[in-house]
């Protein structure tokens, strides 16, 4: 059963493409892409909301996002969501296998 979530970021001024940029610059993307059970990391551009950044984050299990939310990476990624004032609105959906009709 994996997990996906939707996070929207969003901000003023461009902050939160800033702090994707930043986040892609800073590696921080490619150090979540490689911890154990991380199927997709990407960011989106919704081409009606400038100020809006959409994450698509899945994961193989709720194992696997536990021990990425207790990672040390996860304070630098809250600092940086700090550094850009951004605000979170979060959608989490688990895909369920083998369901009878």
């Known amino acids: ?7 929207y970021y969003t901000g003023e001024n461009e902050s939160a493409k800033k702090f994707a940029k930043e986040m892609v610059e800073k590696g921080l ?7 154990k059970g991380n199927q997709k990391y990407e960011y989106f551009f919704p081409m009606d909301d400038p100020e809006t950044v959409l994450l698509i984050d899945r994961w193989e299990n709720q194992e ?3 021990e990425h ?3 040390p990476m996860m304070k630098e990624i809250a600092d940086l969501r700090e550094k850009y004032h951004l605000h979170m609105r979060v959608e989490q959906f ?5 369901m009878k009709s």
Request: positive net charge.
């Open 1 to 7: 059963m994996s997990f996906t979530i939707n996070i």
């Open 29 to 35: 993307v490619e150090r979540v892409r490689a911890e």
């Open 64 to 66: 696997a996002l536990d």
């Open 69 to 71: 939310h207790k990672s």
């Open 94 to 98: 688990i895909e369920k296998k083998n």
